[in-house]
């Protein structure tokens, strides 16, 4: 079985900071990406930052500059998330996608931790 176990979430004030941790464990034949989704009450599931196998990230435009995503090893990945905001207050999840080709790639997902960003 694969698991992707996340840690890291809670409550802050804006200006706030946390750092999310993921870490991927099973039977994986491979890994393209990991990265970080969220979703937010009553809007979709969107793409916050992703880290291929090899380095390369990406990120929403709405995270840029204030967040960054970095990885230990292939399978263990992490979010450091400054200068938050109240619009960042989601259930965050980590990702994994076993191949670069959508047409053959595995998709997992982790539980899902919850991040609020209050006063």
């Known amino acids: 079985q694969v698991q992707l176990v996340e840690s890291g979430g809670g409550l802050v004030q804006p200006g706030g900071s946390l750092r999310l941790s993921c870490a991927a464990s099973g039977s994986i034949a491979s890994i393209y990406a990991m990265g970080w989704y969220r979703q937010a009450p009553e809007k979709q599931r969107e793409l916050v930052a992703t880290i291929t196998s090899s380095g390369i990230t990406n990120y929403a435009d709405s995270v840029k500059d204030r967040f960054t995503i970095s990885r230990d090893n292939v399978k263990k990945v992490y979010l450091q998330m400054n200068s938050l905001k109240p619009e960042d207050t989601a259930v965050y999840y980590c990702?994994?996608?076993?191949?670069?080709?959508?047409?053959?790639?595995?998709?997992?997902w982790g539980q899902g931790t919850q991040v609020t960003v209050s006063s």
């Open positions: 990702n994994l996608n076993t191949r670069r080709d959508p047409t053959i790639s595995r998709i997992y």
